[in-house]
């Protein structure tokens, strides 16, 4: 997949920057001045979920209305998958001291939820982060409440379920049910929510005491250890009472 990432030069002109897949971005040539620069993903629990905001971004300006707002919902999908990855990768780093390997993220991506669309995969991310429900975590966190309350309609609104309304159900609509005449305004609607659950996801990430988390995992594992230690000693110990005593030769 192609993405696109227009910047401003100093002079007005524009850089136009492209990679493809998780390839790193070519060198972009301004369109007035003719300066080269360079441009770097930014530290994000998903590269791929904020590049595939730009995707979204470019089919909207180029008229692919139905597609960007599939691609916009690919990129929501991707960070909650990945916010529950590092989670489980913390856990894995906190017993091992080893990054997590494809073979375990491929085997933990099995305890997501499959189903139930943006409530049921936001709120399972939510309690193994921040241990509470979405909708309490947007109402509670400053600078999520005031992220969503900026998004039309959204006064008294659930979170998850406008989500889910206002962003997933319309690209099922997309996906499942063929619907391909998607208007401009429709598709603009869905990137800015969009990115405004992605924004919020973020924050979710910021508010999340990561040390802590680890040095939790930690402490459980050593007494996860210990007890095992503790059990064998005292299986060997009754072995011992109950073999008969050795004769003397």
């Known amino acids: 997949m192609k993405i696109p990432i227009e910047r401003g030069c100093d002079c007005g002109g524009t850089y ?7 390839a790193e971005f070519r060198e972009a040539t301004c369109s007035s001045c003719g300066s080269v620069a360079s441009l770097i993903d930014p530290v994000s629990v998903s590269v ?21 707002i599939v691609v916009a919902v690919m990129a929501v999908e991707s960070f909650l998958t990945r916010l529950f990855l590092k989670l489980k990768g913390m856990e894995n780093y906190a017993v091992t001291f080893k990054p997590p390997t494809p073979t375990q993220e491929a085997e ?12 049921s995969s936001a709120g399972f991310v939510s309690q193994r982060l921040v241990g509470t429900t979405f909708d309490k975590f947007v109402a509670t966190s400053k600078r ?11 006064r008294e609104a659930s979170p998850t379920r406008y989500f889910q309304n206002q962003l997933f159900r319309r690209r099922n609509r997309i996906a499942h049910w063929g619907y391909v005449n998607t208007s401009k305004s429709e598709a603009q609607l869905c990137h800015n929510v969009a990115v ?31 007890v095992e230690r503790q059990q ?4 060997l110990a009754v072995r011992r009472r109950s073999e008969p005593p050795r004769q003397a030769r």
């Open 16 to 22: 136009v920057f492209t990679a493809h897949g998780d």
């Open 48 to 68: 791929t979920g904020e590049r595939l905001l730009y995707r979204s971004k470019a089919d909207l300006d180029g008229g692919d209305y139905s597609l960007s």
């Open 108 to 119: 933990w991506e099995k305890e997501f939820p499959k189903s139930g669309g943006f409530p």
């Open 144 to 154: 999520a409440s005031a992220i969503f309350s900026a998004l039309p309609d959204s």
């Open 196 to 226: 405004a659950a992605v924004s919020i996801l973020r924050e979710m990430d910021a508010a999340t005491d990561w040390v802590a988390f680890a040095e939790r995992m930690a402490e459980a594992a050593r007494s996860g250890v210990a």
């Open 232 to 235: 064998l000693r005292d299986i």
